[in-house]
């Protein structure tokens, strides 16, 4: 079954997708949705009625993006191979585009725990450090 379309939260994550490097084809594939409809939110248009699973997307999707924010380098976090046990040497774009929703928990999880212990920003500063010795290297 579906209810009506949330066309304002697609039309505002579309360009936080794009912020954050994700392709059209990708953002497709995060919110559940055909690369014509990506295109029509884009544009600021309606994508029409979308499904529970569709709206789960868009919520955890949001809620990403939120946690996000405040990173300098959260595309550079979500593009790159994870070694902690949840990712499995994936990046988290990656693992959210293979898996779908199961993954957008656990990326959200995870980024709720780091904002949760980040009080003085002390994560994301090492996240900053490992950054620049990947890129050195």
Do not use: H, K
């Not at 559940?32 to 990506?38: A, E, T």
């Not at 544009?43 to 300098?72: K, M, N, Y």
């Amino acid at each position: 079954m579906t209810r009506p379309s949330r066309d304002q939260d697609i039309q505002a994550l579309v360009p936080r997708l794009v912020e954050l490097g994700v392709t059209r084809a990708g953002q497709g594939w995060l919110l559940g949705l055909s690369v014509r409809r990506v295109r029509r939110a884009a544009q600021g248009l309606s994508v029409g009625p979308l499904t529970q699973d569709q709206r789960t997307r868009v919520d955890l999707l949001q809620r990403i993006c939120r946690a996000l924010e405040p990173w300098d380098d959260a595309r550079t976090w979500l593009a790159r191979p994870n070694a902690a046990d949840r990712f499995a040497e994936r990046s988290p774009l990656e693992l959210a585009v293979l898996f779908g929703i199961p993954a957008l928990v656990v990326i959200d999880q995870v980024l709720t725990n780091v904002a949760a212990s980040d009080t003085d920003g002390a994560v994301q500063e090492l996240v900053r450090d490992l950054n620049a010795l990947a890129t050195d290297q």
